[in-house]
Structures are given as C-alpha cells and as structure tokens.
C-alpha cells in the first residue's frame, strides 16, 4: 500500500512514524510545500517545543479546546497525554512537566523534537520530498488518488492523510476543492490584542501573575498571567481569550472592550475587603507607598489615575465611598481593543475542514474511502499550553491506526 501524507507537520510525522511502526510493509511518502519538514514544531514555544501538557487542573476538554472538544474527548481516549508522554519517552527525549504544567524536554531544545522525529522517519524508510504543494486531489478511476502539485508533478497514492496545517485564509484550502468537502471559514486564534494609544502601553514588560480578563456582554471569560506590551496586552490570560473569541472577534473586525479584574478570580467585595484591611493598617500611609505584591509601582500608580486617586493621599483619606470605587475600577478595567496584533507568533487557526466530514473514531472522510485528515486543518484548535501538539500527536496515531486496521 503507498500512503501518501500532504504536509510534514507535526501530525503528518507523527502519522508517518506510527503507520510504519503499525505497517512495516508499507511506502509511505511526506509531501511539504516548504524547504524544511517539521518548521513549525522547530520554532514553537519559544523554541523550547511544549510538546504537550500534564492536563492537571483541566476542569473539561472544552476548556482546552474551544472548537472540536467532543471529538478530542473520544480521541484522546485512543492516545493520551500520558501516551504522548511515553512516547517521546520511549524514543529517547526526556521530558519535564514544569509548574505550570506545561511538558517540554529536559534540553529545552525544541530541535530533539525535530530531529527524533526525522531520524524516526528516516530509519523506517519514510520518503520526504519538500518543494511539493499540493494542487489539487483526485479520485482515480483505478482506486486510490491522484494528487497534483504546483511543480507539475503528480502521484498516485492508495490512501491519502490531508496534514497540512492551518491556513489563514480560505484560499489555502483550495487543493480540497473537488472533493466538495464542508469547510468552516479559517480566521486566526491566539493573538494578541492591540490597545491602540492606550495609555497602559507606556507600562511594556509588566506582568501580572493571575488576572481574570473577559468581553463584556459574552461569556467569554479566561484567567492567567497578563502582559502588557507595546502595542497592547499579551500573556496566557490574552491568548486563551482570543482563542475562546477567536470567531467573535473576527466578525465585530477585532473591535471590542476587553476587561481585566486585576485581582483574578476575587470579586469586587473581595477587593474592596482587601482594600479596606489595607487602608485601616496603613491610614496614614500615601496610596503610593502601599499597594498588593501582585503589582509594581509602576502599575500601581497607573491604577490609582484610573481610580481618580491622587499617589499623595494619605489610606486614611479615601472614605468607604473611595474604597468601593477602586474595588470597582480594580476588579473591571475597560480597555478599548482596536485590533489583533499581527506577529509571527500566531502559530493556530480557527476554522478549517468540518468534523461533520469525518468518521470521529478513524478521522477517515465519510464520502471519499482511504482519505484521512489530522491536525489543524481540521475545525480543532485548542488554548496555549501544550495542547494544540497534543492534538496533533492523537489524531496522527489515531490516523495510523485506522490505516493499519483497514482490510
């Protein structure tokens, strides 16, 4: 049987390993459109490679994955994080599950990913051949596929893994035109977002360790560490937003209120408990000489201006009705959204090829036989964290072992 699998992404290597592992029998071939297999995986979490995630504290799928939790919740049951785990495991990378849960390798050297994984490929016989985009797939006429390309080649394949990836645009999915597939319309996830001339601008570099940002008037709601940059605000808490707003927020053309309760997940008679303790030890303390530890001074004195607050007044001066209005302003601070920032970073996209094409349990195509899709061009896009590789590991195993279970 000769397999042919259309992008040499994560899922598409890990597919093509696991196939021959399962099939030793088989030719297999990887067909990238770019220069260097596994690009993407070389450059991910900061080069460093978060290849997965310990799921620990994970209240549900959905919380991970805003688009495709139901099929990643039968997946992952087929290969788990712990699987992925072993796996690399196995294949001589040691891992590591920092604080954060988040797995890396012990050499932080996203690189022993890339290479395990090529020398995996290599020394089982899988052919690579990069410079190939693909243009278009046919059914044939003798059984099996076609597959045209843009350097006007073209090779015929028994059965076909689509691995290519996220595109941006809808233009990207072109070469799954005649196959009259349901495709949803891909726009970009995890970004972050761009304030404009906001003020808080001025504050680049600070970091808040736990805050609680949400869209006002939605349900979408995210907590984590806050950065803010020069051009906005950044961080986990940011990236998991746009990735739970990622469809919202393009459609309203990235314009919307973003607010942050500085103080996580304390409500405003939290705050304004704290405020008051704080106010009845130090009264006749400056506002500016004491503030949380979660702050610096620098973002301190920016919160007093939004609160109205002079820095020289004095704990003792600010009264119950002063109180509650910084415990307001601290635990809802509205900030105009006038874009996404546009960086090499954003790495995932929201949309793609319909789940409602696809077997759940095989990932096969229900009206084209021996066509199987994995990774993000499918309608699966999960939060920063590890999670999106994890997608990616599952659903090329899950992909390998439907193939090598065909009769």
């Not at 094409?357 to 084209?368: A, D, K, V, Y």
């Not at 590991?393 to 899950?398: A, D, F, I, L, R």
Request: with cysteine.
């Amino acid at each position: 049987m000769h397999i042919a699998i259309i992008g040499a992404g994560a899922a598409g290597c890990f597919a093509a390993v696991n196939i021959m592992r399962m099939m030793p029998t088989a030719k297999v071939t990887v067909f990238e459109s770019g220069t260097r297999p596994l690009a993407k995986v070389a450059v991910t979490g900061g080069g460093r490679c978060n290849l997965t995630n310990s799921f620990l504290g994970v209240r549900s799928v959905e919380s991970v994955y805003p688009r495709g939790h139901r099929l990643m919740k039968r997946l992952l049951k087929e290969f788990s994080h712990e699987d992925a785990y072993r796996w690399f495991e196995e294949a001589g990378v040691r891992l590591v599950t920092q604080d954060d849960q988040c797995v890396f390798p012990v050499s932080q050297d996203a690189m022993q990913i890339v290479n395990t994984l090529l020398s995996m490929m290599r020394n089982s016989g899988v052919g690579i051949l990069t410079g190939h985009r693909a243009n278009a797939i046919l059914e044939s006429a003798e059984g099996g596929y076609d597959i045209l390309f843009t350097n006007g080649c073209c090779r015929h394949a028994d059965c076909v893994v689509v691995t290519t990836g996220g595109s941006p645009r809808l233009s990207g999915l072109s070469m799954l035109s005649t196959l009259g597939l349901d495709i949803s319309e891909p726009v970009p996830s995890l970004f972050s977002l761009s304030l404009g001339n906001d003020p808080i601008t001025a504050l680049t570099g600070t970091v808040v360790g736990d805050v609680f940002v949400a869209i006002p008037g939605t349900r979408m709601r995210a907590s984590g560490p806050l950065l803010i940059t020069h051009w906005g605000l950044s961080g986990p808490a940011v990236l998991k937003l746009s990735s739970y707003g990622a469809r919202w927020l393009a459609e309203h053309d990235y314009r919307a209120n973003i607010s942050i309760n500085w103080f996580g997940d304390a409500n405003e008679v939290d705050v304004a408990g704290m405020l008051s303790a704080m106010a009845a030890d130090n009264p006749q303390k400056q506002l500016h000489s004491v503030f949380s530890r979660r702050f610096n001074s620098r973002l301190w004195l920016f919160l007093l201006g939004r609160c109205k607050m002079r820095p020289d007044m004095r704990w003792a001066e600010i009264g119950s009705k002063g109180l509650n209005r910084m415990a307001a302003m601290l635990t809802n601070d509205i900030h105009a959204v006038s874009g996404r920032c546009r960086t090499k970073d954003e790495f995932v996209t929201c949309g793609g090829v319909a789940l409602s094409n696809l077997n759940p349990s095989t990932l096969e195509c229900r009206h084209h036989p021996n066509l199987y899709f994995a990774g993000e061009v499918l309608d699966v896009d999960a939060v920063t964290g590890g999670f999106n590789l994890q997608a990616a590991w599952t659903m090329g195993y899950v992909v390998a072992k439907s193939i090598s279970l065909r009769p």
